[in-house]
């Protein structure tokens, strides 16, 4: 009589684990995003990099084309007053185990600025991690690039990725004269 008591009270217990740990990895998915997008609202690019998926930047080349961008960012950032305002991320989608890969999305909404006005633009992030503790993250207009998508895992087909939508572009407001 006694063990039939206990199997519902073993199951409840099961499933709050569960619960508990879904919730602490949504938190540090969350947690490692905001941190890159931090990095990136800083420009620290060689932290925002952290979060790169390793087989993008293991290669020469794409070392070199790194260094290129945050050339090209800082001679922009100084030429048109160019900022990011602000990056918003939203709260990661369940995680998938694909191909030995934990996988996950999480929509951003990024605002940067310049003196001529500011665009905004919402896309998704596909949260890759090897372990569940490091997450590395990537726009998922990457895995539309030949060359990138040759060096990422592949992605669950339970993975949705939604389109992406078109940026908002607000004109400066012109300063008055009298």
């Known amino acids: 009589m006694k063990k039939k008591n206990i199997t519902p009270v073993v199951l409840v217990l099961l499933f709050t684990v569960h619960i ?30 952290s979060y790169t998926y390793p087989t993008l930047i293991t290669d020469k080349g794409s070392k070199e084309k790194i260094k290129q961008g945050v ?22 989608s369940a995680v998938v185990t694909y191909k030995g890969i934990q996988q996950c999305t999480l ?20 949260g890759l991690s090897n372990d ?14 030949k060359e990138a998508k040759l060096k990422l895992p592949d992605l669950s087909p339970e993975l949705v990725i ?13 300063k008055k004269t009298n």
């Open 132 to 145: 569940g503790k490091k997450w590395y993250f990537i726009d998922a207009l990457m895995y539309r690039q």
């Open 71 to 92: 050339d090209s960012i800082q001679k922009y950032r100084e030429q048109f007053g160019i900022k990011v305002k602000s990056v918003l991320l939203g709260n990661p």
């Open 162 to 174: 939604p389109p992406m939508k078109q940026p908002k572009i607000m004109q400066a407001e012109a």
């Open 20 to 49: 508990a740990f879904a919730q602490n990895q949504a938190t540090v998915i969350k947690t490692e995003a905001l941190k890159m997008a931090k990095a990136l609202a800083a420009l620290d690019l060689e932290t925002y990099a």
């Open 107 to 126: 929509p951003q909404t990024m605002t940067v600025e310049a003196f001529m006005g500011s665009i905004e633009t919402e896309t998704t992030l596909i």
